[in-house]
Structure formats: structure tokens, C-alpha cells
């Protein structure tokens, strides 16, 4: 990027389920020089939904007087509702792996065992493979360790119930800056019917495609830099969807 105004964007990070920068962490590191990083996590309590979270994030951006936002999974549709309280504010919204909509019927159907041992045993079930075929060493296998050291199962049934309830269609069609989507080629979290949607309300989002599964930001972040550097400097559409 090239300019003193370029260099001096800032790019807020909204985090996906688990609330933390630990899944952010490979992309901070890929990110070009131009782009001045926040990350804005969540506090660990069962009583913040979306309109809380949205106030927590405001206040959080009160010293900031412009900048880009990125919302990851859960937070999709965080940073539409952000891009609307604050339009003046936010120059333009990178949606990453998200919905608008719960994103899984799958979801719905377990609405009522959405509790912290259910999700325990959930998260617990989805880290079996990497503790049984990979390393201490591997980064990924650290990354799951560590957030289901920090996150209590009870605060990500919470923000689960939370995705139940949310739309952010209307925050969609209604935004005044342009959107940039970063689908993984491999996401079995949030399927392909999500950005299907998404284009469906809003045509001229630019999508662009990385490969990886649902947390490909964490797996391939030189990828995702590339894109959201891209964006951001304004040299194009970065990439199309497939």
C-alpha cells in the first residue's frame, strides 16, 4: 500500500466463537505494514449477545476515527451492525467464513441442549483427531488447546444461542460501504448456502476464495492478507467466487 493515509488505516478484528486474538494470531503477522491491527476481544460472560457485544465494540472504537472492520464467523454479523451505528466511522467491512442467518439448520435443531456440558462434549469430540494424530507442536492443536483452556463451554453455548436469534439481513442491504466476503474452499462450519444468501441481498459483495477449512484465516493467512490488502487499497476485486 502506498500513501500516508493508506498507512495509517486501521483494520479492527472481530473475533469468531471463542471471543479471543488466538486464532488471529498467523494473519497479525501477515498482515502488510499498512494496515494497523486491533483486535477486539470478548468478555467471558453469558450475558452478552449481539446488542451487548456491539456496545462493548463502539466503546472500544471511541479513539478511532476511521478504519476497516473485519468480522470472522460469529462475528459476521458484528460487524455489519457496527458498519451501520457507526458509518462515518467504518470505510468498508470484510466478512470472513459468516452468515447473516443462523448459519447450519443443524443449529436450530439442538436449540434446546444448547448447554455448557452439551458444548463441552462438542468441543471436546472436535479435538479428539488433532490430540490423537497430531503433534504437541502442531499450531492448530496448541490454538484448540488454548482457547478451551480460556473459554468456558457455558459462554460458547451462550454465544450459539445467540447465532439462533441474530439477522443481519437488513444491516446487509442497508450498508453504505462496500463488503468484501473471504469464503474457505473448505468450510464444514458454515456451508456455501451462507454466501449464496449473502450475494443474493447485496450483488456487488466481492468475494474472494482461499483455500482451507472454516478457520483457513488461521491455516493460510498470507491468503487472506493478500485479499483483505487488496481490498483495502482499492486495486481491484480480489478474486471471484467459484
Known amino acids: 500500500m502506498r500513501g500516508a493515509q493508506?498507512?495509517?488505516?486501521?483494520?479492527?478484528?472481530?473475533?469468531?466463537?471463542d471471543g479471543t486474538a488466538v486464532?488471529?494470531?498467523?494473519l497479525l503477522a501477515a498482515l502488510p505494514q499498512g494496515v494497523r491491527p486491533l483486535v477486539v476481544t470478548y468478555p467471558q460472560s453469558t450475558n452478552h449477545g449481539y446488542a451487548e457485544l456491539l456496545a462493548l465494540v463502539r466503546e472500544r472504537l471511541a479513539g478511532v476515527s476511521e478504519c476497516w472492520v473485519l468480522g470472522w464467523s460469529f462475528s459476521g454479523p458484528l460487524a455489519l451492525m457496527l458498519a451501520m451505528a457507526e458509518p462515518h466511522k467504518v470505510r468498508g467491512v470484510i466478512l470472513s467464513a459468516t452468515f447473516v442467518r443462523t448459519p447450519n439448520p443443524i443449529l436450530r435443531r439442538l436449540r434446546h441442549v444448547l448447554c455448557a456440558p452439551t458444548v463441552?462434549?462438542?468441543?471436546?469430540?472436535?479435538?479428539?483427531?488433532?490430540?490423537?494424530?497430531?503433534?504437541?507442536?502442531?499450531?492448530?492443536?496448541?490454538?484448540?488447546?488454548?482457547?478451551?483452556?480460556?473459554?468456558?463451554?457455558?459462554?460458547?453455548?451462550?454465544?450459539?444461542?445467540a447465532i439462533l436469534v441474530v439477522d443481519a439481513r437488513d444491516p446487509l442491504r442497508a450498508c453504505p460501504q462496500p463488503v468484501l466476503y473471504i469464503a474457505s474452499s473448505r468450510d464444514g462450519i458454515v456451508p456455501p448456502r451462507n454466501l449464496h444468501e449473502i450475494r443474493q441481498l447485496r450483488p456487488s459483495v466481492q468475494v474472494a476464495v482461499i483455500d482451507g477449512p472454516h478457520q483457513a484465516m488461521y491455516t493460510n493467512p498470507d491468503a487472506a492478507a493478500a485479499a483483505i490488502e487488496q481490498f483495502i487499497g482499492g486495486t481491484g476485486t480480489p478474486g471471484t467466487a467459484a
Open 23 to 26: 486464532f488471529f494470531e498467523p
Open 120 to 161: 463441552l462434549t462438542w468441543r471436546i469430540a472436535r479435538r479428539l483427531p488433532l490430540w490423537l494424530f497430531r503433534p504437541r507442536t502442531d499450531p492448530m492443536r496448541r490454538a484448540k488447546n488454548e482457547t478451551l483452556r480460556m473459554i468456558p463451554s457455558g459462554v460458547l453455548a451462550a454465544r450459539l444461542r
Open 6 to 17: 493508506t498507512e495509517r488505516m486501521t483494520l479492527v478484528l472481530l473475533p469468531g466463537l
